[in-house]
Every structure is written in structure tokens, then in C-alpha cells.
């Protein structure tokens, strides 16, 4: 059978409402530009980097992991396509690397709303998808600011859209190759992908066998999902790829083929289910992520404190719990309900997870902090779709019920919106930069002095990604412990520090004590000084003379 989309056969006024969408995706990610013209995520100013190198060496220079090198040198694509971008359009990839994300982000909405207008069968369930990838927060955030990943993420929807209609020769080529690109392109997502195809494929070859069916459509998604995911693991073992190794014990990796047996072992349990659900998990499954983000923010699970102030997080907090609940009820109506959909939103929805399971197992680090958060990234669009699903059927059955519920979560999703962007304010964590930053930065490569340089996380990174310096972020904390400062270093603090506070990571939000910053400066070198007078950022190197003025005569190395 082959699989059709109707999405070019809609009347105009649909087709009016896909260009408000596809143009409300386009604006709100281009809203970081308001911010500053450099990139909104840290992660993207390495991506920054890597394209401008690019374009200016000639060549692609992919490295084996170390601590030196970031991973984004080992996953290419993303860097390549921008720098043969900034080349045709004679700009540089800082004046097109957002316009190339919004444009992406167009993509990635109408793929969400051919997903859902597909799987829920209506043109409203696909809005309703496309919608909510538009204005929902954590969703924003990651297709608007990781340059990386949104490229992966539009990758991981035209997979889902061509896996569905593979039946076609050409779109099963599509597929193959999408899978070949995902993992150079993007490591958890291309994870995330491969693991909920093959979990859909197997599931076709169980019942295949069962039935005594066995066709060659099945042999050919074996190979469609297993070539690409043995390229990958060849591809990742080659480089050392410790993006990976340092998210999973290499005793995990080992025990990964048994977790995928116990993730089809659901598949088949849940799928294989003739009787109706009796009663829906979803209030179930809402409170347990109540109790998780609460025990986060608390620090009972990792080592990292949220910097949110709480009245922020609880809100974040509260509209995820509703959109998850609603998911999760949409989720079980596809499973039970849409029999050509069931298996592909079912794996999509264990396949992050799994890899939460696999994080937490690993022990409670920073790393299985951080795998946690971005695989809940993924968890997006199968939740995206359970809720457009989950309004179609009440749409059925309580047209009032599906007027109040439709209404409170597009009010409460919208309301996420601002955690997208104004994350310092709300969440107490800073991601943008500031031109007077990078231009302080250059400077110190362009007159050398570059060998040490101490801030705080994020100018740490912009560092390490501009100028390929060692990332120390201890500034925060010797300031707050008024430690003595050593020789030789440099070291650059903000006056917003003592004010809006700083990211101390991993220890959250911290604020400085205006007198050990006060004290800091008088026994210190300072030698540059950038940026608006109401958020100066100083450069300085210790003084001799002003730290045995200050606090007396040296001493090397510092007391505990």
C-alpha cells in the first residue's frame, strides 16, 4: 500500500493558514537577531567558528575527540552547509547563519504539519501539530538557537514523512540517504531516529514472521535502517567520539543491544494488545514528570542547580505537566485507534526514553544531566502529535470539552513561548553575545595573550569556540570565595555579575559580593574595559604590587 499526503489538496483558506504558520515560524526564529547579531546558543558560536574556518582554509578538518577539539569538528554537515551558503550569497556566516535556522524552522513546521495532518487525519490535527512546534518554549529554544540540531531536527522529519511513504522507490532512497547524513550531522538526534525506526522495524519483521508474510519490503527496511546504523557506529568507534562515550559508560554501550530487546519487548506487549484501554496513564505519567523537575530543581537528582527562580520553573513546570498529559491521552488513542500510525508514534516516544533510562543509569552526573534535558528535546514531536490526535477525538466526542482543552493549551503553550529566548530572566541563565565580547576576545588573540584565560561558563565557551583557549569557568566562584588570584592569567569579568548575577555552573545562579568584586579589581591590572557603561566587561591580569596591597604577600600554590 502506498502512503499518501494531502497536503497540497486543501482549499484556500487552509492554504491561508499554512502561510500564517510557515511566516509566524520564520519571525519568531529570526528573533534572536534582536538580541545580538552573533548566535543566541553557545553551541552555535562553535558552529560560527568551524564555517568561517572553513571558508577560510579551503578544506574540512575532522578531528578524533579530545578535550581540546569540540565534537562539532566530528560532525560536519551543518558547518559545511553553512559555509557553502555564506560563499554563494558573498556574506559571511554570521550574516546568514539565523536566516538559514528561520528558514529551517519552516521546514521543520510544515513537516510537523504534514505529520499530524497525516497521522490525525484532518487538517486541523495537523495545525495543531505545526502550532505547537511554533510556540512551545523548550521547542523554540532548540530549533531557533542550536543551529545543529535544527538542521538534524528538519532532517528527522523529512525521515519520518519519507519512512511513512517508503513503499515509493524514490522515497525510499530519500530515507536511505537522510539516514546516512543524520549521524555527521547530528549525533543524538541521528540516535534517537535510527533507534525508533528499528524498533518500527522489527516490529514489521515480528509480525511478518508470525503471519508467515515475509516479503522483500521487509528485507528492504532491514537494510534501509541497518546500513546507516552500522555506518554509524563505524563512523563514531573511528573517531572516538567521546560526545557519546562521555554520556554512556562504556559498559552501558555494551548492554545497549539488551536495552533494545527490552524496549521491543513494550513494542510488542503494547502493540499486541487486543483488549480497549479501561482506563488512560496520562495522569500517571504527567505527575511522575511533576515529580521529576521538582526533585531536579531541588537537587536530589544531579549534581547541577537550576539557577530558574522558582515561580519561573513552576510555570514552565505546570504547562509541560499539561501538554505531556494531554500527549500522553493523545498518544494512547493513536496506539489504539490509528493502526497504519501506531507502531512509528509508539517508538518515537520510547526511543527518548530510553535514552533518559540509559542517562539515569549511568549515574547522576553532569553529562546524564545533560543527555537527559536534549533527549526530552526529542520527546517534542511525538507529543506534538499525540495532542493534535487526542483534540480530533474529543473533537468527536465533546465538541465543548474540545473548545475549553484546545483553548487552555494553546494559551498555555504560548505561554512557554518566553523561555524560548529570555532564558537569564526566567530561567537565570544567560546565552547571548554581545558584539563588545567578541570584540574583546579578538583582540586578545590578535596581540597574543591568549594562554589562560578564567571567566565564567559562558564567556568560557565563546572563548574556547573563538580563539581555542582552554575553558575555565572558575572566575565565579574565586570571586564569591575572594580566592587570590595567580600569576599569569587572565581573567575577565562583567559588572552584571554583581547585579543580575552569573552562571556559577555547576553550582546555578550566583550573584558576587559587590565588595570582593571591588577588592578584586583594586589588587588587579585591569588593561581593557568594553561594552555599555551599565554592563562594562574588564579585562585584567593580577598585580604584584596591588594583591600584596590588597591582600597581602602572595602565596603559591593557594590554602585550601
Known amino acids: ?51 568561517t574556518n572553513i571558508l577560510e582554509t579551503g578544506y574540512v578538518e575532522i578531528y578524533q575527540d579530545s578535550d581540546l577539539i569540540t565534537h562539532s569538528s566530528s560532525i560536519p554537515i551543518f558547518n559545511i552547509f553553512l559555509a557553502y551558503i555564506s560563499s554563494a550569497l558573498g556574506v559571511s556566516p554570521l550574516d546568514c547563519g539565523q536566516l538559514i535556522i528561520a528558514m529551517l524552522s519552516v521546514l521543520i513546521v510544515l513537516g510537523m504539519y504534514a505529520l499530524g495532518r497525516h497521522v490525525c487525519g484532518s487538517f486541523l490535527g495537523g495545525v495543531t501539530t505545526a502550532f505547537l512546534g511554533i510556540v512551545f518554549g523548550t521547542f523554540v529554544y532548540t530549533t531557533g538557537s542550536v543551529w545543529k540540531e535544527a538542521l538534524a531536527l528538519s532532517f528527522m522529519v523529512l525521515v519520518l514523512i519519507a519512512f511513512i511513504g517508503r513503499s515509493r522507490p524514490g522515497t525510499r532512497a530519500l530515507l536511505f540517504v537522510l539516514l546516512m547524513v543524520l549521524p555527521i550531522t547530528h549525533h543524538l538526534v541521528a540516535v534517537v531516529t535510527l533507534l525508533t525506526l528499528a524498533l518500527a522495524v522489527l516490529w514489521g519483521w515480528y509480525v511478518a514472521l508470525r503471519n508467515r508474510a515475509l516479503k522483500r519490503r521487509h528485507v528492504l527496511d532491514a537494510l534501509t535502517v541497518a546500513v546507516p546504523g552500522g555506518w554509524a557506529l563505524a563512523y563514531y568507534f573511528l573517531i572516538s567520539f567521546g560526545a557519546l562515550q562521555e554520556l554512556y559508560s562504556e559498559r552501558l554501550l555494551a548492554l545497549m543491544p539488551v536495552f533494545f530487546l527490552l524496549l521491543f519487548v513494550v513494542v510488542a506487549a503494547v502493540l499486541s494488545r487486543r483488549s480497549h484501554w479501561r482506563m488512560t496513564l496520562a495522569p500517571v505519567v504527567g505527575a511522575a514528570v511533576v515529580i521529576l523537575l521538582l526533585l531536579d530543581y531541588s537537587g536530589y537528582l544531579f549534581p547541577y542547580s537550576p539557577s530558574a527562580p522558582v515561580e519561573w520553573y513552576l510555570l514552565l513546570v505546570g504547562a509541560t505537566a499539561l501538554i505531556v498529559t494531554f500527549a500522553w491521552y493523545g498518544s494512547e488513542m493513536i496506539v489504539e485507534r490509528c493502526l497504519s500510525h501506531r507502531t512509528i508514534q509508539l517508538c518515537l516516544l520510547l526511543a527518548p526514553i530510553a535514552l533518559i533510562g540509559a542517562a539515569f543509569l549511568s549515574g547522576m552526573s553532569y553529562s546524564s544531566h545533560k543527555v537527559t534535558f536534549r533527549s526530552f528535546d526529542f520527546l517534542d514531536i511525538p507529543l506534538f502529535l499525540g495532542v493534535g490526535f487526542g483534540l480530533m477525538v474529543l473533537r468527536k466526542k465533546s465538541p465543548r470539552k474540545y473548545a475549553v482543552i484546545g483553548i487552555a493549551i494553546a494559551v498555555v503553550a504560548t505561554a512557554t513561548f518566553p523561555f524560548g ?140
Open 421 to 560: 529566548y529570555e532564558s537569564e530572566t526566567l530561567l537565570g541563565v544567560r546565552h547571548d553575545t554581545q558584539p563588545f565580547e567578541v570584540d574583546a576576545l579578538m583582540w586578545l588573540s590578535d596581540v597574543n595573550l591568549t594562554t589562560r584565560i578564567v571567566s565564567d561558563e559562558r564567556i568560557a565557551y565563546v572563548s574556547s569556540a573563538l580563539i581555542g583557549v582552554w575553558r575555565d569557568n572558575d572566575m565565579p566562584e574565586i570571586l564569591i570565595t575572594n580566592q587570590t588570584l595567580s600569576p599569569w592569567v587572565l581573567y575577565i569579568v562583567e559588572d552584571r555579575w554583581t547585579t543580575v548575577g552569573v552562571n556559577d555552573f555547576p553550582r546555578g545562579l550566583a550573584v558576587v559580593p559587590e565588595t570582593n568584586y571591588s577588592l578584586t579589581l583594586k589588587a588587579a591590572n585591569v588593561f581593557y574595559i568594553g561594552g555599555p557603561a551599565d554592563d562594562r566587561m574588564l579585562v585584567f591580569l593580577a598585580s604584584g604590587i596591588g594583591q600584596f596591597y590588597t591582600y597581602g604577600p602572595f602565596v603559591w600554590p593557594p590554602e585550601e
Open 1 to 51: 500500500m502506498v502512503a499518501s499526503f494531502s497536503i497540497l489538496r486543501i482549499s484556500k483558506p487552509q492554504t491561508l493558514a499554512l502561510a500564517v504558520l510557515a511566516l509566524a515560524a520564520l519571525m519568531s526564529r529570526l528573533y534572536p537577531l534582536y538580541i545580538s547579531p552573533y548566535p543566541f546558543n553557545n553551541d552555535s558560536i562553535t558552529e560560527y567558528a568551524i564555517a
